[in-house]
């Protein structure tokens, strides 16, 4: 799809106007294991471009996930905070994280393409 993009740090941003969709990809939490604990930003947080804002842990490991843009927190996805096993059999779809409305939708371009991201997952 043309309309997600992916960061370095392994999460996905699927555009939807000027609200992003945010979650881990299926690298990221294949990585992790078994998710036990989400823990969400607070809605209306603003954050910026790369800063740590949410939390996913593992029987393995804790995770940050970083804020793929800068924007504002609108909605966080309770239903992982209540089934966070959600995020490793769906981390593209009903396992999203959080939405944020962009400050600058267009930085949305600069993000990693499929076949970018692709790429850096066969340098790993």
Not at 14 to 20: E, I, K, S, Y
Not at 42 to 62: D, G, L, M, T, Y
Not at 65 to 90: H, K, Q, Y
Request: aromatic share 8%; hydrophobic share 45%.
């Amino acid at each position: 799809m043309s309309d997600v993009r992916f960061t370095k740090d392994h999460e996905w941003v699927r555009l939807d106007g000027t609200v992003a969709t945010v979650g881990i990809t299926d690298y990221a939490q294949q990585a992790l294991g078994d998710i036990v604990f989400v823990e969400l930003p607070e809605i209306s947080r603003k954050v910026q471009e790369s800063e740590a804002c949410a939390v996913v842990e593992s029987v393995k490991a804790a995770s940050d996930v970083f804020a793929p843009l800068s924007g504002e927190v609108v909605e966080c996805n309770a239903a992982i905070v209540e089934d966070p096993a959600l995020v490793n059999r769906d981390p593209a779809g009903e396992g999203w994280l959080f939405r944020l409305e962009l400050a600058d939708a267009t930085a949305f371009n600069s993000l990693l393409d499929r076949a970018a991201y692709d790429t850096l997952l066969g340098t790993i």
